[in-house]
T-cell receptor, first 121, second 108 residues
């Protein structure tokens, strides 16, 4: 099956520093990747859609200057949390959409990474 | 963003019992998917449904795409302790919209 990796799995940083999280599709190409945020005991909330070779599309209420997204290749997207603050502490999960299509379906399955636990002190 | 209504919110069942959970939306979706998430991990795809009315099984799991395209259900038969986790539905159009989750506890 399709495998998506994330690095790091856990990160602790000081307030005011920036943190970069990588998302990689290991055995397939992903023209589109998605970044989610999940608070404890809550569902996944989409932050932004990352498109290879173009600017990311951010959901309403998500600051694009704070959460920088770069999708430089068909297998790698990065999320940088700039000037992190304690309220940014969360579980960040990426997913990748396989570029191959299933006949008759416009939407493809998304495969999720294992997540990154960010703690800002 | 939009979230789908998923119920029940939590379930505590005896090992061996069957489980049923469902997801409803006010909007139509082209694809319904069911995921399981273990603590500290990303969601893992269980079943994907692509056609209204479609009924699909994956081992002890069975899911159906509602005929109105606004709902879906997931059944787990003969539950076992490793079924413990949080189950999320997701409806897909251009992007995914996730359900609120069902937390399942299986008592041995």
């Amino acid at each position: 099956g399709a495998v998506v990796s994330q690095h790091p799995s856990r990160v602790i940083c000081k307030s005011g520093t920036s943190v970069k999280i990588e998302c990689r599709s290991l055995d397939f190409q992903a023209t589109t990747m998605f970044w989610y945020r999940q608070f404890p005991k809550q569902s996944l909330m989409l932050m932004a859609t990352s498109n290879e070779g173009s600017k990311a599309t951010y959901e309403q209420g998500v600051e694009k200057d704070k959460f920088l997204i770069n999708h430089a290749s068909l297998t790698l997207s990065t999320l940088t949390v700039t000037s992190a603050h304690p309220e940014d502490s969360s579980f960040y999960i990426c997913s990748a959409r396989d570029a191959r299509t299933r006949s008759g379906a416009l939407e493809n399955e998304q495969f999720f990474g294992p997540g990154t636990r960010l703690t800002v002190l | 963003g939009q979230q789908l209504n998923q119920s029940p919110q939590s379930m505590f069942i005896q090992e061996g019992e069957d489980v049923s959970m469902n997801c409803t939306s006010s909007s139509i979706f082209n694809t319904w998917l069911w995921y399981k998430q273990d603590p500290g991990e990303g969601p893992v795809l269980l079943i994907a449904l692509y056609k209204a009315g479609e009924l699909t099984s994956n081992g002890r799991l069975t899911a159906q795409f509602g005929i109105t395209r606004k709902d879906s259900f997931l059944n787990i038969s003969a539950s076992i302790p490793s079924d413990v986790g949080i189950y999320f539905c997701a409806g897909a159009r251009n992007q995914f919209y996730f359900g609120t989750g069902t937390s399942l506890t299986v008592i041995p």
